[in-house]
């Protein structure tokens, strides 16, 4: 089950992101490109909000394989580029450190971080590693090193991802209301940047989540599968967070 975070709480977009929101969407979305999720579990505001398009979110992961040249100054521009940030030491997801001829990285699409070694500028090892002990483990044959965040101009929408995937929805009707007060909040900030005549930067990403609003409410007249079709006998869906679903959806259809 990949896991899609919402990225804003409310239709006011001058707080920033969440970075772990921004990271956990990212990897949610390369799970569903590669196959191995099933099933991608989000609230309704992760489906409005816009995402990299597919072949734009590939295009920017960097894969490093045993026997690569690069030059250190070029990987530290490339994971700078895709929102790493340098460490002494690299123990979390995101972050990466230099030590001579050793780069650490962890990105968020593998469990563990990764040790690569370098010869001059040929990568001659690569190994997981313990956050913790910093012992070397497992070798590696190459690493994807994924962007941590999305970029502010992506225009995609998340069933490009979910191809054949099938719609589930939850309390549509509530669904319903709540993306009526997200047009009103949204089209009033439009509106109020038309009337002053601004030249907002944030008006394009505005103007894609209406249309991510008018996507779902066409959903929702289609009269999607409820979640309760899949619960077992006696279980009531409803009234819990989302991600309290995560562990159980995957039993209720396998």
Known sequence: VAYLPPLFEAPVLKIPPHPEAEVERVK???????????????????????????????????????GDEITRDRLQDWLHALGYMRQDLTTSPGEYSFRGAVVDIFSPYHDSPVRIEFEADRVISLRTFDPFTQLSRDPLASISVIPLHERASAHGNVMEYLPGFRV???????????????????????????????????????ARLLEGIDRLEQIL????????????????????????????IEEWVR
Do not use: N
């Open 168 to 206: 589930v929805v939850e309390e549509p009707d509530q669904i319903a209301g709540e993306l009526e007060q997200w047009r009103e909040g949204l089209q009033r900030q439009v509106d109020l940047a038309t009337d002053l005549d601004l030249d907002d930067a944030a008006s394009p990403h505005l």
């Open 221 to 248: 007249r289609s009269r999607p599968l409820s979640l309760q079709t899949f619960a077992p006998a006696g279980f009531e869906t409803g009234m819990r967070p989302v991600r309290a679903y995560q562990g159980l």
């Open 28 to 66: 949610g979305l390369m799970r569903c490109l590669d196959g191995s999720a099933r099933i991608a579990l989000m609230e309704w505001k992760s489906f409005i909000t816009p995402v990299d398009e597919p072949l734009g979110l590939i295009d920017r992961i960097k894969q490093i394989k045993h």
